[in-house]
């Protein structure tokens, strides 16, 4: 039959229309002059032509917009990841500055009270040979002594002074002593120590004073000490050096005769402990050092630090300069990474006698230092907070020295300062991350996409389309196979499918249903099937579910089934678990299949272990948005091991499905059980045991009676509970469960899914 050949039509506003509608008038014939027919077509063409013009220039103009706003996006992104990393290096360098500072003043502290016991240790010794008495007394190997305290403290260059306590009844005698023991001294120090000036131990006699004395500021002389009060002279120094600027020992100097030590003495008597007094020396101002702070560690005359009438007999003075104690701070050698350092304290070194410390609050500007690390280098900046504010939101404050001492026992208009350190990171620190890689990635993102869009924007738009439409439905394909089935049976799947469409195209029945023979009314192919002799099978049930979904809104009931099997299946996926499916409340995995494992039973108790925790965790959380008692909900569990068939049952809505006589009795484990423990039968105990864990097991106090099965012996597996070890990770440990059945709990053990399935063979 011919067909007929449709009559042609033109565009009409309002629709379409045959062509022979249109009006055909002789223009003799009319008032009116009508144009030729081509002006019509002329007309359409140019609106046409004008519309496309306005859309190329409304593309072109979103292009623009489109590119910019890719640009500045992309910019915007790569800068966050710069200062993202940058943060995350500052943060890395800040908590390295803290713990090695922290470490290294924790050191320094209790070596110097290690240094004062056995100082007393030793004199009460020999000072009971001698039958003499302090402050005679000379320190043996006073060198060797200090050179251990650094490399115990790791404090380069230290400066320490030993200071006996002298009456002015002693004044004399111990004159005469110190001028007896100087040669000694100075001999032994030489030998020890070195000098880098080639000083001589005759050159340093000759430089010290024979009496205890001080300095007269006022005339720039050296006279005798006062005769009145105590006296703290120095009398064992380390390193052997001169006075600044004048070629003086300053043996034997009373240094109560400077106020600020003379505080620092009293606060140490009151306190009966180490004391400090912070940034003490001035700044040095070639930035190149900086003094730090002076610390008074007490020296008694026996070491017993229990005993309450001991009697302080000399103190040991160090100096310690923050600029060498900030040094090698960081694991690196050699850095250009700057972070700043502010050392701040909150008693001001030039506090005001007769001030109450606890009304001085305010850090005075001397009571500020800044200074600078890069790698193994520090640098002084100044005597002033000199960080910059834009890097306040960055801060890392921790305390840097906080000696406890109560405040209450410090002389008044007296205190002892707490130090604390405030880290920020240096702008170098910050421009090491801007790089070029925001521009780069800009100006790459740029022409790509503008190439990109102006060459395939309309062709392949459509191509791209019509192609994700068909990955889109193959991938969701795919996705629901791969989810359904495991990845074995999903490739015999596939290759079953291929074969039976094969076979039809060669016997030519593309009419039949793939794989059925629909005059027998059978499958045309042998069933996917497998018996899988050693497995597990392991059945978690929410207890308190019903009740608790009851009261709850859908969506409520479904928010916490995903969050709950989400985190079991994540388990699952780390242990190799295959996870059958979900009935209800009910979870359903097993080990040993499709991939045989021959801990099957070991891994499955694991896997039921780390559920329980897992639910602890959860159940909580989720408290606050699924509203009370949510943190109730607790898993039962139960596994059996034993033989298994398993395969996909082929119709509408096929699966892979386990069948057996261990779904069964796996399935009366978990409704025969507790909330929040894991039973497991006498099959499963035996593979524990065999594979020595039998430690694991907890036998149940009483036979189980099991429907089809009659009694049983079954057992409780010890559930996991967290132990955090200082200075180690997480450790799991078993925890002890008790064998006594709760009865009375929230919920019976009647109250599972039941049986597993329909039929009397499980699924």
Not at 672 to 701: C, F, H, M, N
Request: proline share 5%; hydrophobic share 40%.
């Amino acid at each position: 039959m011919k067909s007929r050949e449709p009559s042609p039509v033109v565009a009409k506003k309002g629709g379409t229309r045959h062509r022979s509608d249109i009006s055909t008038t002789d223009p003799s014939t009319s008032g009116e002059q009508t144009s030729p027919p081509t002006s019509f077509h002329q007309h359409v063409a140019t609106k046409e032509e004008k519309n496309v013009v306005r859309a190329k220039v409304l593309v072109t103009l979103i292009l623009l917009m489109a590119v910019c706003v890719v640009a500045t996006f992309t910019y915007l992104l790569v800068a966050s990841q710069d200062r993202s990393n940058f943060e995350s290096q500052f943060t890395g360098y800040a908590s390295e500055v803290v713990t090695v500072s922290n470490e290294k003043t924790s050191q320094l502290f209790n070596a110097l009270d290690a240094f004062s016991v056995s100082i007393s240790s030793q004199a009460a010794r020999e000072l009971g040979l001698r039958n003499s008495r302090w402050p005679f007394y000379r320190i043996p190997d006073w060198s060797v002594r200090i050179q251990r305290l650094a490399q115990l403290t790791g404090v380069h260059d230290p400066s320490l002074t030993f200071h006996p306590i002298v009456q002015q009844d002693e004044r004399k005698e111990w004159e005469d002593f110190a001028n007896d023991a100087y040669p000694i001294l100075y001999q032994d120090a030489v030998e020890r120590e070195g000098d880098k000036n080639g000083t001589t131990a005759k050159e340093f006699i000759d430089k010290t004073i024979p009496f205890i004395y001080e300095l007269d500021r006022e005339n720039f002389a050296f006279v005798p000490a006062s005769e009145t009060g105590e006296l703290l002279p120095a009398f064992q120094q380390y390193p052997l050096k001169f006075f600044p600027l004048l070629p003086v020992m300053p043996m034997s100097i009373n240094v109560l005769s400077y106020e600020e030590t003379s505080k620092l003495f009293r606060i140490t008597r009151a306190v009966k402990g180490p004391t400090i007094h912070s940034f003490s020396i001035p700044v040095d101002l070639d930035k190149t050092k900086a003094s730090g702070s002076q610390i008074m560690q007490p020296v008694y005359d026996r070491a017993d630090t229990a005993d309450e009438n001991r009697k302080m007999v000399g103190v040991v003075l160090i100096q310690l300069n923050w600029l060498d104690y900030f040094k090698n701070l960081f694991l690196e050698e050699e850095s250009d990474d700057g972070v700043i350092v502010v050392l701040k304290t909150i008693c001001p070194s030039n506090l005001d006698s007769g001030l109450n410390v606890t009304e001085q609050t305010t850090v005075a500007p001397d009571s500020v230092v800044t200074y600078q690390i890069d790698g193994s280098t520090a640098i002084i900046l100044g005597e002033e907070d000199l960080h910059d504010p834009k890097y306040d939101s960055l801060e890392v404050t921790e305390t840097f020295i906080d000696l406890g001492i109560d405040h209450s026992k410090v002389p008044e208009g007296l205190c002892v300062p707490t130090l604390t350190l405030h880290i920020y990171p240096s702008e170098t620190l910050e421009k090491k991350f801007e790089t070029w890689n925001r521009a780069i990635y800009t100006s790459v993102v740029v022409v790509i996409f503008s190439f990109t869009v102006v060459v395939f924007l309309l062709y392949d738009f459509v191509v791209r389309r019509l192609q994700r439409k068909v990955m889109d439905r193959i991938n969701k394909q795919d996705v629901i196979v791969a989810n359904v089935f495991p990845s074995a049976i999903r490739d015999r799947l596939y290759e079953a499918q291929r074969n039976a469409l094969q076979q039809n195209q060669m016997v030519g029945e593309t009419e039949k249903r793939a794989g059925f023979d629909s005059e027998e009314g059978t499958l045309g192919a042998a069933p996917l099937a497998d018996l899988f002799p050693n497995t597990s099978v392991v059945f978690a049930d929410i207890a308190g579910f019903t009740a608790w979904s009851s009261a709850r809104e859908p969506q409520q009931v479904f928010t916490l089934l995903e969050n709950i099997y989400g985190g079991l299946d994540t388990i699952a996926n780390q242990m190799a678990i295959f996870k059958v499916e979900t009935v209800g409340d009910c979870y359903v995995a097993a080990a040993g299949l499709p991939e045989p494992m021959y801990n099957h039973a070991v891994v499955a108790c694991k896997f039921a272990r780390e559920a329980l925790k897992k639910m602890k965790e959860i159940s909580p959380l989720m408290e606050v948005t699924l509203g009370p008692n949510t943190a109730a909900l607790d898993l039962r569990i139960g596994i059996h091991s034993g033989q298994v068939t398993a395969g996909v049952l082929r119709g509408e809505r096929s699966r892979f499905q386990l069948f057996g006589d261990t779904m069964n009795t796996a399935s009366r484990m978990e409704s025969t059980g507790e909330r929040d423990r894991i039973q497991v039968t006498q099959a499963t105990a035996d593979l524990l045991k065999e594979a020595g864990y039998e430690k694991w097991l907890i036998p149940r106090s009483n036979r189980t009676f099991v429907k089809g099965k009659g009694e049983m012996q079954t057992y409780w597996v010890r559930k996991m509970k967290v132990v955090v070890a200082r200075g180690s990770n997480l450790k799991s440990e078993m925890s002890t469960v008790d064998e006594t059945i709760d009865t009375d709990g929230e919920e019976s053990a009647g109250e599972s899914s039941g049986e597993y399935g329909l039929g009397s063979e499980g699924i």
